[in-house]
Antibody
């Protein structure tokens, strides 16, 4: 059974960089059949797609966040990561990592999510 | 960029049918996926490719997609169906994934 697990600091100071890692177990991140993505959800609000990465390293970013986002993949560790720079309180959210099928671009497996609070 | 519009809330009595819409420009030409999210939990895929159901999802969940509107239909609604529902598409013209704003389903 595929599992995804987010990890990283739960508290980040304003203007600093938010860094999260998603560890994939039960399957290979190097499969050509999947993309790997980050989605966030501010408290009490809806889902927002942040970006996705293919095992080859090709990346796709939400235009509203593109200038601040970097997603990378480490196939040797079966992990992919998110960096969001210059954070503000508006970046406070539950951050999910998820697997995205390459054929129909849906999210079939999700991590449990991790709350990141931006506060001094 | 592509925008998906959902009603903020839908209410239905137990045993009745709930319909949740997802509007988008010519959405009928895209594959629409639906997710159910209960409080404190990650979203779960309930309908994909407009009308298919993943294994383990009850037949009460169905979907349709035509023109500018996709619809998630939940028949014989149960109390356990109370949740937030999100539609999602992939916009091939821009290589971007898009979520609707979400609809809170309340079972009266």
């Amino acid at each position: 059974q595929l599992q995804l697990q987010e990890s990283g600091p739960g508290l980040v100071k304003p203007s600093e960089t938010l860094s999260l890692t998603c560890t994939v177990s039960g399957g290979s991140i190097s499969s050509s059949s999947y993309y790997w993505g980050w989605i966030r959800q501010p408290p009490g609000k809806g889902l927002e797609w942040i970006g996705s990465i293919y095992y080859s390293g090709s990346t796709y970013y939400n235009p509203s966040l593109k200038s601040r986002v970097t997603i990378s993949v480490d196939t040797s560790k079966n992990q992919f990561s998110l960096k969001l720079s210059s954070v503000t309180a508006a970046d406070t959210a539950v951050y999910y990592c998820a697997r995205n099928t390459a054929m129909v671009r849906l999210y079939d497996y999700w991590g449990q999510g991790t709350l990141v609070t931006v506060s001094s | 960029s592509y925008v998906l519009t959902q009603p903020p809330s839908v209410s239905v009595a137990p045993g009745q049918t709930a319909r949740i819409t997802c509007g988008g420009n010519n959405i009928g030409s895209k594959s629409v996926h639906w997710y159910q999210q209960k409080p404190g939990q990650a979203p779960v895929l309930v309908v994909y490719d407009d009308s298919d159901r993943p294994s383990g999802i009850p037949e009460r969940f169905s979907g349709s997609n035509s023109g500018n509107t996709a619809t998630l239909t939940i028949s014989r609604v149960e109390a356990g169906d109370e949740a937030d529902y999100y539609c999602q598409v992939w916009d091939s013209s821009s290589d971007l994934w898009v979520f609707g704003g979400g609809t809170k389903l309340t079972v009266l």
